[in-house]
T-cell receptor, first 114, second 112 residues
Framework: AQSVSQHNHHVILSEAASLELGCNYS??????LFWYVQYPGQHLQLLLKYFSGDPLVKGIKGFEAEFIKSKFSFNLRKPSVQWSDTAEYFC????????????FGTGTQLKVEL | EPEVTQTPSHQVTQMGQEVILRCVPI?????FYWYRQILGQKVEFLVSFYNNEISEKSEIFDDQFSVERPDGSNFTLKIRSTKLEDSAMYFC??????????FGPGTRLTVL
């Protein structure tokens, strides 16, 4: 069975600081990888996804993530955060060619201070 | 932009009662899902549905749960006899194909 670990549960940053949120997964085969964001009071929205190809993927709102297969990692980055990035961030995986169920990490609560 | 909708936004029920949570997936999507998130815990997969049948379910999805697509637009999750531990946020999602899933705003279920 697959599992996802997000090691940073709470992160507090000042505006303009750089962000990196860790995500590691455990699964014996190939996976699709996702980062979802949940802004306060809103539903889960897709930030970016990786299916295949270039391991550096760019998403919405200036976010990017890098898939490092050897490390089973898919870390989320943003060079300069804004107050409006305050939200909860979830990493998720599902196996390629298999069932569609998404396995989520526990989430990282990001607070950006002015 | 098309979106997944869910009703009600908040449901309060007594233990042992039946509840039905409703979802309207994006119209051209073929795969439908239910997830739940107990307060302070991770989002957990419950069930996926394709071609009018369950394609995958988790161990959480026991005989108390059922899903249905009663017409061409709605997708429902029924809990027959609610327990206190069923209190959670329930998210519906849909996808056009295997891959990106679009989530609804969720229904907060409170079992008293």
């Amino acid at each position: 069975a697959q599992s996802v670990s997000q090691h940073n549960h709470h992160v507090i940053l000042s505006e303009a600081a750089s962000l990196e949120l860790g995500c590691n997964y455990s699964y014996g085969g190939t996976v699709n990888l996702f980062w979802y964001v949940q802004y306060p009071g809103q539903h889960l929205q897709l930030l970016l996804k990786y299916f295949s190809g270039d391991p550096l993927v760019k998403g919405i709102k200036g976010f990017e993530a890098e898939f490092i297969k050897s490390k089973f990692s898919f870390n989320l980055r943003k060079p300069s955060v804004q107050w409006s990035d305050t939200a909860e961030y979830f990493c998720a995986v599902n196996p390629t060619g298999g069932g569609n169920k998404l396995t989520f990490g526990t989430g990282t609560q990001l607070k950006v201070e002015l | 932009e098309p979106e997944v909708t869910q009703t009600p936004s908040h449901q309060v029920t007594q233990m042992g009662q039946e509840v039905i949570l409703r979802c309207v997936p994006i119209s051209n999507h073929l795969y439908f899902y239910w997830y739940r998130q107990i307060l302070g815990q991770k989002v957990e997969f419950l069930v996926s549905f394709y071609n009018n049948e369950i394609s995958e379910k988790s161990e959480i999805f026991d005989d108390q749960f059922s899903v249905e697509r009663p017409d061409g637009s709605n997708f429902t999750l029924k809990i027959r006899s609610t327990k206190l531990e069923d209190s959670a946020m329930y998210f519906c999602a849909s996808s056009e194909y295997r891959g990106e899933q679009f989530f609804g705003p969720g229904t907060r279920l409170t079992v008293l």
